[in-house]
């Protein structure tokens, strides 16, 4: 043997007898990442009420709450007297269209994209639609601001303002929306991370912030020693500090890396934009039938007087309340449609849809026949003048029964969204506006009615609205899901 062939030997030798060099540990796993998936399994496989309890109790707690800092508010701004809440019931409508437009409307895209991306298992899409909603956010809220600023005079003297009520109403409306862009963040950041199956942080920053305002509205209308009082402008002041807090709060969350979602600057695309506006835009055109109604039905009230608007101004207000109410289960069901659409378990996500719709018509059914047959258990909190009382009572004797309805098509609408299907909740938006807005307008102008009329013209609306919503529940819908 020569040299080198025993050399070789001796190397192999060597190198099968030396200690092996230490590895790397493996990288720890993402543990939001991990979270995220064991939530998606229960989602696709869990029993379907509880689950649906789960996601949507969260939401719903915290939305009441909010409601409450609402309600509040109206409160507090009746010591102000009737011009100031005609001028509230004037600005109300058009705040709840950008609060639908960017929670329930461009939210829904956003919530949807996300939902069905996590169900494919897309998590580099999803976290990328969270940034693109942050850009939605910056312009649609633009918009707001600049148009109510424009033309806001104009608009609230057509819906019946005038004198003292007009300037209360510009007043409110001016400091309210000058927020604008901080409300559709936290709208649509809070969409997102529903969208992935994370409610609690969303509803914890809502209930943080309805415990703050409710303090800090009063001390802004009326003042506390030094501290001068705003009066109706206040109220807008308020809001718009509350949501700048949580706009931090959340941008500084999903940046952190310990989110679920992980915010962070990504190329734009025009396919997720797509992936949004597909649901997005519909829905949010859906928002806009439904306000375009209160704000059509407000001009009607605003014919019968002063008294007559504010009534008709706290008694709607109610009307709104159970969407609050209800959107904690609509956008438990829109996640759990779309991560079960997302995963082809089209069958599940239907039944989820029909289960959540009963659920929600039965909730604010409830709701409404207390309120039907004790209505200055609602009316009472805002207002003691005999006119608006009684205004008031007409008005919800009549339309609050049809709450059940209003909640069984408000929920499958959302449900809808989450299987990407927005066609038959659109056209019952529209039927809706159409009923209660026209026929409104038939009643009170061409034959004289009353308030008992209009209330009576809004109530058919929402049986016309839950029946042709009821279309999503088609089984051939959610066979061309798959």
């Not at 990442?33 to 949507?56: C, D, E, M, Q, Y």
């Not at 939210?107 to 996300?114: E, F, L």
């Not at 501290?227 to 807008?236: C, N, S, T, V």
């Not at 375009?292 to 608007?309: D, N, P």
């Amino acid at each position: 043997m020569d040299v080198s062939t025993q050399a070789t030997g001796e190397a192999r030798r060597n190198a099968a007898t030396a200690p092996e060099p230490p590895r790397s540990p493996p990288p720890a796993p993402d543990r939001s990442r991990t979270k995220a998936a064991s939530a998606r399994a229960a989602l696709l496989s869990g029993p379907v009420l509880p689950t649906l309890f789960r996601l949507a109790l969260p939401t719903m707690t915290v939305l009441v709450a909010q409601t409450a800092v609402n309600v509040a508010e109206a409160y507090y701004v009746g010591f102000l007297g009737t011009d100031a809440l005609a001028g509230v019931a004037l600005v109300f409508p058009i705040f709840m269209l950008m609060t639908m437009m960017s929670n329930g409307g461009i939210g829904s895209g956003v919530s949807s994209a996300v939902a069905r991306a996590v169900g494919a298992g897309r998590n580099a899409d999803a976290d990328a639609i969270t940034f693109h909603a942050i850009v939605l956010a910056v312009v649609a809220g633009g918009l707001f601001t600049l148009a109510t600023a424009l033309f806001g005079p104009a608009l609230y003297h057509a819906l019946g303002g005038r004198a003292g009520a007009l300037d209360a109403a510009l007043s409110y409306s001016n400091y309210l929306f000058a927020g604008a862009i901080p409300v559709w963040i936290v709208n649509l950041q809070s969409a997102a991370l529903r969208g992935a199956g994370n409610v609690r942080v969303p509803a914890l920053v809502t209930l943080v912030g309805a415990l703050v305002m409710i303090p800090a509205s009063p001390l802004l209308i009326f003042g506390l020693g030094p501290l001068p009082g705003l009066g109706i402008a206040g109220a807008g002041i308020a809001f718009g500090l509350y949501y700048c807090g949580a706009m931090l709060v959340l941008l500084r969350y999903m940046a952190s890396g310990r989110s679920s979602l992980h915010v962070r600057v990504v190329p734009l695309q025009l396919r997720l934009f797509a992936d949004i506006l597909k649901i997005g835009l519909p829905t949010a055109l859906n928002a806009v039938m439904v306000n375009l109604t209160v704000i059509l039905v407000t001009a009607l009230a605003g014919r019968f007087g002063t008294s007559e608007l504010a009534a008709y101004g706290i008694a709607s207000r109610l009307d709104y309340i159970m969407i609050p109410i209800l959107f904690g289960l609509c956008t438990a069901a829109l996640t759990m449609v779309g991560i079960n659409v997302g995963a082809g378990q089209s069958e599940r996500a239907r039944r989820i849809a029909w289960i959540s719709a009963v659920t929600g018509a039965a909730l604010v059914g409830t709701i409404g026949l207390i309120v039907a047959l004790y209505p200055p258990l609602w009316v009472g909190l805002f207002s003691h003048d005999a006119d608006v009382l009684q205004g008031g009572a007409t008005y919800l004797r009549i339309v609050a029964p049809a709450y059940a309805a209003l909640g069984f098509g408000f929920v499958l609408s959302f449900a809808g969204q989450g299987a990407g299907h927005v066609l038959w909740p659109f056209i019952g938006s529209t039927l809706r506006v159409l009923i209660a807005a026209g026929g409104g307008y038939l009643t009170v102008v061409r034959f004289g009615g009353g308030m008992a009329s209009l209330a009576a013209m809004v109530t058919l609306s929402l049986a016309a609205y839950a029946l042709v919503c009821s279309c999503v529940l088609s089984a051939r819908i959610w066979r061309a899901s798959t």
